[in-house]
């Protein structure tokens, strides 16, 4: 008790000491105003940058720069034509974003949010995405089905999710094996059409619909599939596996580029890679690694 009167006088004074030196009143309602907008404003930003609203964001930033300098340069007419089109263009944003907030307020909804601000768990380390199996199963059953010419279609997810794409497919979540995803993709079954999303150790989703890119790179000779494969590519952070039914070859999709005709090494080094990519810490998790680090400082001295 004592500790927090003590922290209170401080704050107290701190604020008096801003107060006299801005020639404002600031209260403690204040200082707990501009803390949980921060908040919001921080959890807005971390929410665009995991959806495809990060790169619509950028290019919305492009164009303020080119308004900011036809501001500063005088340019008339572009700037009459900024302030004619503000509103349709606010219009237009709420329309563009709106699967992205539909997403966030249904997550927001179902999470619990006092419990993840709350939660020191000191002894709770960074999980890996997948673990080394996942990678052996994966590579082992993309080769099987080449040798025997079955296609393929497999969206290993990295950090934005793939819900909207998700729902498109039928739920499986199963354990990934060479076994499972073989039988998925076996000619004539009911789940072997459209793609399967990989999340971590498990197969999430079968016979799932992806955008096909419009890219004019892409050879002329690849399907669907692998078209498939690049769009995924292109609106998120994911690697897409492509096993092709023509030549049985094994091409991967990363960042809108297409690499074909791939040896397991090389898929497993990808994989390996997704794998040992620890996510952007928040600051909550930056706070525990700091806390962490300084109890361990403290223990030394102490020894």
Known sequence: MKRVQSVMATLDAFLEEVSIYMDLKM??????????????????????????????LRGILVILVFVAVAAVF???TIIWIAENTMSVALTALVIIFQPEMRKALENLGRRNVIASLVSFDFSKGVEGKFSDKTITELVKACYEMGKVRTGALIVVENEILLT???RTGIAVDGIITSQLLINIFEKNTPLHDGAVIVRGDRVVSATCYLPLTD???????????????????????SLTIVVSEETGRVSIAMGGELYRNVDAEFLKNKLAYIQRREPELTKIELLKRRLKNVKKA???VNQ
């Open 215 to 237: 890219s004019l790179r892409i050879s002329k000779d690849l399907g669907t599939r692998h078209r498939a494969a690049v769009g995924i590519s292109e609106v998120g952070d």
């Open 74 to 76: 005088q340019m008339n």
């Open 27 to 56: 209260t403690r309602t204040d200082v707990a105003e501009i803390i949980i907008i921060a908040f919001l404003v921080y959890c807005m930003l971390v929410w665009i940058k995991n959806t495809r609203a990060w790169m619509l």
């Open 164 to 166: 909207e794409y998700e």
């Open 298 to 300: 403290h223990q030394k």
